[in-house]
Structures are given as structure tokens and as C-alpha cells.
């Protein structure tokens, strides 16, 4: 196999991965954008976590809602738990990793809130315990997983919604993962300022 022919399949695994991912997950991310939104209005927040490259994930939803995504809005609440690192090095270090993001949902969580949980695999121990920590404060959850969902397919509420990719390489999750957030922040957008 020449370069080129590797590179053209990674095109196309994501390509059917995202094909996939639509098919079973739309309904699932309209619903989860009325949820963001129902929230927000209700002068709610969004507390999002991740690690790796779902803290990345986290910290581009919290900047697309507090600034903007394709259209001029005023900023919506929206915090990344995954970038202050006073504050996560603090609690990783003085209680344990596994609570860096239960902490700040404790401390910063209310029941008007939203946790939206990030985990390729779904069994991420610090995001695991954040939706604990969610379902203490009365909040509602919004997980991004992968594969057969994990441990956090096992421990949400009915309420709660869970967005699946159903594919095993970890590289493909992550690309429909932040097509996901993407798809979140515009029908956010529409649904608040309306048009196309």
C-alpha cells in the first residue's frame, strides 16, 4: 500500500463513520440542542469535560458558545472544566485524578444546569464521576462516547441524553465528536436567531 492510498483511507473510514453517525444520531442531537437551549434560557450553564483530545472538545464548545460560532450573538454560558489548571492540578493532587472534574461540578453545578460528558470510550473515571456529581446537583447530562458507550451508558438517567458513535477507532469517535459539537453550536444558533 503506497501513502497516498493510507491517506485515502482514513477519508474514507471517516466518511462512514460520520455517514453512520447520522443515520443513528440525529434525532438524538436535535434533541440534545433543545436541551442546551432550554437551559440557556433558563439561565442555565453548561459545564463541559473531557480528556486528551475530548478536553479539547469540551474547551472548543465553552469558546463557540461564549464568543461565536458562524453568527454574531451575545455569548452564551458555557465552561470548560478541563482548562484551569490551578484547579486541576490542585484536586488531582491533594484528593485524585479521578475527581478534578466532580469537584468543579459540586462547586459550580446547579439544577438549571447542563454537564455535557466527553469520553471516547465511555468509561473515563473523571467524567464518570462528573455525571455522578451532576446527578447530585439536579443536572441534566449530554454524553459524547464511543464504541459500545462504557460504563457511562450504564450509569445515565432516562433523562439524559447520550450521543454514541458506534465505530471502535478511537482517531474516528474524535472526528465525529467534534462534528457533533459543531452540528450542537449551529442548531443552538438556529434556534435562537433562526434563518439559514
Do not use: W
Not at 2 to 25: C, P, T, Y
Amino acid at each position: 500500500m503506497d501513502l497516498i492510498e493510507r491517506v485515502n483511507g482514513h477519508f474514507l473510514e471517516s466518511i462512514a463513520a460520520k455517514q453512520e453517525a447520522m443515520e443513528l444520531l440525529s434525532p438524538a442531537v436535535a434533541l440534545a440542542a433543545e436541551r442546551m437551549v432550554s437551559c440557556l434560557m433558563n439561565e442555565g450553564k453548561i459545564l463541559a469535560c473531557g480528556n486528551g483530545g475530548s478536553a479539547a472538545d469540551a474547551q472548543h464548545f465553552a469558546a463557540e458558545m461564549l464568543g461565536r460560532f458562524e453568527k454574531e450573538r451575545p455569548g452564551l454560558a458555557a465552561i470548560s472544566l478541563a482548562t484551569d489548571t490551578s484547579a486541576l492540578t490542585a484536586i488531582g493532587n491533594d484528593y485524585d485524578f479521578d475527581m478534578i472534574f466532580s469537584k468543579q461540578v459540586r462547586a459550580l453545578g446547579h439544577t438549571n444546569d447542563l454537564l455535557l460528558a466527553i469520553s471516547t470510550s465511555g468509561n473515563s473515571a473523571n467524567v464518570i464521576e462528573a455525571i455522578y456529581a451532576a446527578h447530585e446537583r439536579g443536572m441534566g447530562v449530554i454524553a459524547l462516547t464511543g464504541k459500545d458507550g462504557g460504563k457511562i451508558s450504564e450509569i445515565l438517567s432516562p433523562e439524559d441524553i447520550q450521543l454514541n458513535v458506534p465505530v471502535l477507532r478511537t482517531a474516528r469517535i474524535q472526528e465525529v465528536h467534534i462534528l457533533l459539537v459543531h452540528a450542537l453550536c449551529d442548531a443552538i444558533d438556529y434556534m435562537l436567531l433562526g434563518g439559514e
